[in-house]
């Protein structure tokens, strides 16, 4: 298998990934959107938050080059930041993510999920769509650069019954 195209996988991350994190953030976002070490510290320590991280092959191994954050409140979760080094991009880490904090979010009984993105973010907004959001609102103003965000949510699939075999 090419490492250029190997398996793209998600899991859980730690305080330590924050630094590599950090990194990412800032070249995802624009300077007044970044979020830095302490930032991201800071967050992941409110309760409910969870943090996720994608890895994908490079050079001969797997690297960190990607990550979600998202915030549980009794049934509902809320994507805080999702970001995936320019270098990767394209490769599914986005929707890996997505994937293993639905997965989460369903284990945890979680019945819909929320997020808000630019209205100006086309790809971000398609990722969001073909993962089963949909438009439910807007935040007029809602970023520093006085730009609205589109408020999009999607409903959660319970996990299979195991007691019944599912």
Not at 38 to 61: E, F, K, Q
Not at 95 to 122: C, K, S, T
Request: charged letters at 20%.
């Amino acid at each position: 298998m090419n490492a250029a195209t190997g398996p793209v996988t998600a899991m859980p991350a730690a305080m330590a990934d924050l630094p590599l994190l950090a990194r990412i953030h800032a070249a995802s976002f624009t300077p007044d959107q970044q979020w830095d070490v302490p930032a991201l510290g800071t967050v992941l320590a409110m309760p409910g938050v969870a943090l996720g991280v994608a890895m994908a092959p490079a050079g001969g191994r797997q690297v960190v080059a990607g990550f979600i954050m998202v915030r549980a409140v009794l049934d509902e979760a809320e994507i805080l930041t999702l970001a995936v080094d320019p270098a990767f991009r394209r490769r599914g880490l986005a929707r890996a993510l997505l994937a293993w904090m639905a997965d989460m979010a369903a284990q945890q009984g979680i019945a819909r999920l929320f997020l808000e993105v630019g209205v100006g973010n086309a790809a971000a907004w398609g990722l969001y769509r073909d993962a089963g959001f949909e438009e439910v609102g807007r935040r007029r103003g809602y970023y520093p650069d006085g730009s609205d965000a589109r408020v999009m949510a999607r409903e959660v699939t319970p996990p299979p019954d195991r007691e019944s075999g599912g």
